[in-house]
């Protein structure tokens, strides 16, 4: 978004970024979100002994944190891939993050 490239500029874009990168890329958010579901499964089945509102919203916070994490794992892996790559200044970055 941040460089406005489109969708298809997008694409390449990410695809730059990310070759030699994929596997790792992917058994890391694989893993993440392995994790992030037996958490959530395993504190939704605590709140649903309690029912109702209470397990209601449980299930919203522990949405919340999840995708946050997965969010910031995001960010942090296109933050390590630019420096990678591109050699980005951490003020670069920082601007796109502001």
Not at 5 to 31: D, E, N, P, Q
Not at 48 to 74: D, K, P, Y
Request: charged share 15%.
């Amino acid at each position: 978004i941040q460089e406005r490239r489109g969708v298809f500029g997008s694409m390449s874009r990410s695809r730059a970024l990310t070759k030699g990168s994929r596997w790792s890329l992917f058994g890391l958010f694989l893993i993440l979100i392995i994790i992030a579901m037996i958490i959530q499964w395993g504190i939704l089945l605590v709140l649903v002994l309690f029912g109702g509102l209470i397990a209601e919203i449980g299930a919203a916070l522990v949405q919340t944190v999840v995708s946050m994490v997965l969010s910031i794992a995001t960010a942090v892996s296109y933050v390590e891939l630019r420096q990678a790559k591109e050699g980005a200044s951490i003020d670069e970055l920082a601007e796109i993050f502001s």
